[in-house]
Nanobody, 119 residues
Framework: QVQLVESGGGLVQAGGSLRLSCAASGGAFNSYPIAWFRQSSGTEREFVAAITSAGHRTSYADSVKGRFSISRDNTKNMAYLQMNSLKPEDTAVYYC????????????WGQGTQVTVSS
């Protein structure tokens, strides 16, 4: 079992930055790749970024490459999403999830944190 809790969302102006955190408990965190997804109103949830269980490899959606950076600290059971150069189209609820690499199917989800980027 893995419980995931996101934090760090909020309101930011376009061009600004936010860092989202994903706190894990339950013991199996280190064995899972972790991914971030987002869902805006009226759209399907979409993949944003992922990192392997040991943190050696990352993957990003084309829409966030060069602006977002995913990381994790297995000693603290934490994962992060650093978001820079934010755009209004980044507005969404952001979720972290414990996933299977490349399929991005998730065994566990957090409850989400709202990110709003104003123009």
């Amino acid at each position: 079992q893995v419980q995931l809790v996101e934090s760090g969302g909020g309101l930011v102006q376009a061009g600004g930055s936010l860092r989202l955190s994903c706190a894990a408990s339950g013991g199996a965190f280190n064995s899972y790749p972790i991914a971030w997804f987002r869902q805006s109103s009226g759209t399907e949830r979409e993949f944003v970024a992922a990192i392997t269980s040991a943190g050696h490899r990352t993957s990003y959606a084309d829409s966030v490459k060069g602006r977002f950076s995913i990381s994790r600290d297995n000693t603290k059971n934490m994962a992060y999403l650093q978001m820079n150069s934010l755009k209004p189209e980044d507005t969404a609820v952001y979720y972290c999830a414990a996933v299977y690499w490349s399929s991005w199917s998730a065994d566990y989800w957090g409850q989400g944190t709202q990110v709003t980027v104003s123009s």
